[in-house]
């Protein structure tokens, strides 16, 4: 397993509509482990495979509490069947936009289609910050990041500061 450098926003690769995964081998499964240890070290919750520079439609997400043992999804063409009308706002950060957070309101729950490391299809019912993060991961997948549900003038004054962010970290 490999820590992957975490692209940081604005970047195009996470503006793309990733391709669905069409066979699942050694590369996609070692890429996931990969990922994993990269989110277990920044540390985060999620990580979609954009945010490594691949184009795919993977995500991993572990939301399991800190006291308890890890509980890791590993989500290969994950997709949202059903969203309850209810919904939540909660406040979300992401490993692509480093430091910044801000509310943001989404379905309460959703049923979740995806096929696991195992090739097996796999349907669930998730609520709570799961459903936040499972939400947040295949968003990343469709090129969308968590500013884009905020107000422009928002988006754009959190952008503006990860592009000095950005100018400071190559110098
Ligand atoms: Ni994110």
Request: proline content about 6%.
């Amino acid at each position: 397993m490999a820590v992957m450098p975490i692209v940081w926003a604005p970047d195009p690769v996470l503006k793309t509509k990733c391709t669905q995964v069409s066979e699942i081998n050694d590369n996609i499964l070692s890429l996931m482990e990969d990922m994993l240890e990269t989110m277990y070290q920044a540390p985060g919750i999620g990580l979609a495979a954009p945010q490594v520079g691949v184009k795919q439609r993977i995500i991993v997400v572990d939301c399991s509490p800190k006291n308890e043992a890890p509980k890791p999804y590993r989500m290969i063409n994950p997709e949202l069947v059903s969203v309850s009308k209810e919904l939540t706002t909660q406040e979300e950060g992401c490993l692509s936009l480093p430091g910044f957070y801000a509310e943001v309101t989404r379905p309460a729950e959703a049923r979740v289609r995806y096929t696991d490391e195992k090739n097996k299809q796999q349907t669930i019912d998730v609520d709570g910050l799961l459903s936040v993060c499972i939400q947040h991961e295949i968003d990343h997948l469709n090129g969308i990041l968590f500013v884009d549900h905020l107000s422009s003038l928002k988006r754009n004054m959190i952008l503006k500061k990860m592009v000095k962010a950005k100018k400071e970290q190559v110098h």
